[in-house]
Antibody, heavy 120, light 108 residues
Framework: EEQLIESGGGLVQPGGSLRLSCTAS????????MNWVRQAPGKGLEWIAY????????YYADSVKGRFTVSRDNARNSMWLQMNSLRVDDTAVYYC?????????????WGQGTKVSVSS | SSELTQDPAVSVALGQTVRITCQGD??????ASWYQQKPGQAPVLVFY???NRPSGIPDRFSGSNSGDTASLTITGAQAEDEAHYYC???????????FGGGTKLTVL
């Protein structure tokens, strides 16, 4: 069964750091471009980061650029989101999402999300 | 920067047809994808590209594109279709992804 599982969420103080993980199974992880998407409580979806499958090109939303870093290890079927200088408005459920293989930019598979709370 | 605009809320009578729209400059260059999200659950892709429905999505879900507007149509809405619906596409730079603000669909 193909799946994505996020982990690493929790409660952190403003200015702190957290590292989220996304572990893939059931498919050839290296073939896929991957993204992080977050959803603040009661709000809509916000794309925050992208990493491609082979040469690790990365893009970030302006809201997290310079604070968050996306990385992956295809041998470990894993992707990470290193979040530094966290702010209260980073509080959200964070999802990892897999893009389709055919260039449609569609997020065809999502994990169940991991909750990050930034509060003093 | 690019934006995608959706109506915040739409309602439809059970069994009737509803269209949810998504408007933005980037849609003149890129196709939209559509996601359904129910409370407490992760989003699910329901339609994407020019004319693609993922496996397992009922054929009552369809999409269309015209100029800077993409639409998701549910023909014969069911109670289980009550959810938030989000569109997304690349922005005009091509490097970033943008989401619409979401439409809450109520099935009456």
């Amino acid at each position: 069964e193909e799946q994505l599982i996020e982990s690493g969420g929790g409660l952190v103080q403003p200015g702190g750091s957290l590292r989220l993980s996304c572990t893939a199974s059931g498919f050839t992880f290296s073939n896929y471009e991957m993204n992080w998407v977050r959803q603040a409580p009661g709000k809509g979806l916000e794309w925050i980061a992208y990493i491609n499958g082979r040469n690790f090109v990365m893009y970030y939303a302006d809201s997290v650029k310079g604070r968050f870093t996306v990385s992956r290890d295809n041998a470990r079927n894993s992707m990470w989101l290193q979040m530094n200088s966290l702010r209260v408005d980073d509080t959200a459920v964070y999802y990892c999402a897999r893009e389709d293989l055919w260039g449609h930019d569609a997020f065809e598979m999502w994990g169940q999300g991991t909750k990050v709370s930034v509060s003093s | 920067s690019s934006e995608l605009t959706q109506d915040p809320a739409v309602s439809v009578a059970l069994g009737q047809t509803v269209r949810i729209t998504c408007q933005g400059d980037s849609l003149g260059r890129y196709y939209a994808s559509w996601y359904q999200q129910k409370p407490g659950q992760a989003p699910v892709l329901v339609f994407y590209g020019e004319n693609n429905r993922p496996s397992g999505i009922p054929d009552r879900f369809s999409g269309s594109n015209s100029g800077d507007t993409a639409s998701l149509t549910i023909t014969g809405a069911q109670a289980e279709d009550e959810a938030h619906y989000y569109c997304n596409s690349r922005d005009l730079t091509g490097d970033h992804v943008i989401f619409g603000g979401g439409t809450k669909l109520t099935v009456l």
